[in-house]
């Protein structure tokens, strides 16, 4: 921790030289804990930042967060820029009413920020609580994940590391990084899934920690859609053939279903698995599958179907398991997934697939036959692709 009380006065080590602090530690200056009022010793090393820690084993809400050096250099850091920035910048801050502590608390025209600063994995249920917690009181969370990151295209993320995924109407879906290491921030916009890990993203955008603030006032990059267009086929067929190699068709309940419903699972129409920018990201099944089961249960075996249709039959699929979302306890996704299901409605539209009836129901136009040989499908692929390409570019 790097706040103490030191003669009833709140004493931060990171306000201080090297000197100083070393000149109170010889001067037998004592120090309390501000939350549980226990003796603290100030440590000052040669490879650590100067802080305080406990010299008993008694409980204490910010002893058990048990912060690693790159938490207290990140908060430290951060703690100095944010001051710059705003007048009331509270390091360590004991919120009562949740019995929290943020690593910093930001106070602007009457509204709060709490800062949390993330380098261990912990459950995102616990980041949900949390996250929920400061919500019920008018405070506004930001995580800040500072894990080191995979470079690389694809960017390959851990569940964990997902978690931190936000949405906004500038960035999509992006993740915000910080390496106290290079005084950085790294921001990953338009995150587009390929796999359950990896994910596609516009050109990231770096922000040394001198320009940081918040909000973040940046100017979105151009989406990753010609990346991930250009790719998707690829991902597409190496999904289904990893699936094949891997996989038993007795043992995997979708191979199982898919073939137990007369379809070639190779042989698919490419109508099922389409990129559906940008609230794909919400799925973590492959977009096949959850694809495949708005055809399979609704839409080739419907004369006549509507939206409110496709929404059970999504959400039933979604309570027996058949398709899993990600997890992103920091980001409330709303009616997201009734977007998400509405853009590739609106897709399967433009392409000719269904067609809106007079009211609000469908009728599929396009009546797929399974074909019987190779030279068949790629006849179907040559059919499908520039009529995709063409009806995206318009878009």
Request: include cysteine.
């Amino acid at each position: 921790m790097l706040t103490a009380l030191m003669d009833h006065r709140h004493f931060t080590t990171i306000l201080h030289t090297k000197e100083e602090l070393l000149a109170l530690k010889k001067g037998s200056k004592s120090f309390t804990c501000p939350h549980c009022s226990s003796p603290l010793i100030l440590k000052i090393g040669n490879i650590k930042i100067p802080h305080f820690a406990h010299t008993s084993k008694l409980s204490c809400l910010i002893a058990a967060k048990k912060e690693t050096p790159a938490h207290i250099w990140s908060k430290a850091l951060l703690y100095d820029r944010l001051s710059e920035v705003f007048r009331d910048v509270k390091l360590e801050y004991y919120i009562k009413e949740l019995q929290q502590i943020p690593d910093l608390l930001i106070t602007v025209q009457g509204k709060r920020v709490a800062i949390e600063i993330q380098c261990s994995t912990i459950p995102l249920s616990e980041i949900k609580e949390r996250t929920e917690g400061y919500r019920r009181e008018n405070i506004h969370p930001l995580w800040i994940l500072t894990q080191p990151l995979p470079s690389g295209i694809p960017l390959k993320l851990t569940s964990f590391q997902q978690g931190f995924i936000r949405f906004s109407e500038e960035f999509h879906f992006f993740l915000l990084h910080f390496d106290p290491s290079k005084k950085s921030f790294t921001l990953f916009p338009h995150l587009t899934p390929v796999s359950t890990n990896s994910f596609y993203f516009s050109k990231e955008i770096k922000i040394p920690l001198e320009k940081f603030t918040i909000p973040l006032t940046i100017l979105p990059p151009d989406p990753a859609e010609s990346r991930i267009l250009k790719n998707w086929n690829h991902y597409r067929g190496k999904w289904m053939n990893n699936k094949i190699r891997f996989s038993s068709a007795r043992r995997d309940p979708f191979l199982s279903e898919v073939y137990g419903e007369g379809d070639i699972f190779l042989y698919l129409p490419l109508y099922i698995g389409l990129p559906v920018l940008p609230q794909m990201t919400l799925i973590k099944s492959n977009s096949i599958q959850w694809q495949y089961f708005i055809w399979n249960d609704v839409i080739k075996k419907s004369p006549f179907f509507t939206k409110e249709m496709i929404y059970a039959a999504f959400m039933r699929r979604l309570g027996k398991g058949s398709i899993e979302t990600r997890n992103f306890p920091i980001n409330p996704t709303g009616s997201s997934i009734k977007i998400l299901i509405d853009d590739y409605m609106s897709l399967l539209e433009k392409l000719d697939i269904i067609q809106k009836r007079k009211g609000r129901g469908y009728i599929l136009t396009a009546k797929w036959t399974c074909p019987k040989t190779f030279n068949e499908f790629q006849q179907h692929s040559r059919d499908f692709f520039p009529k995709l390409k063409h009806i995206l570019k318009k878009d």
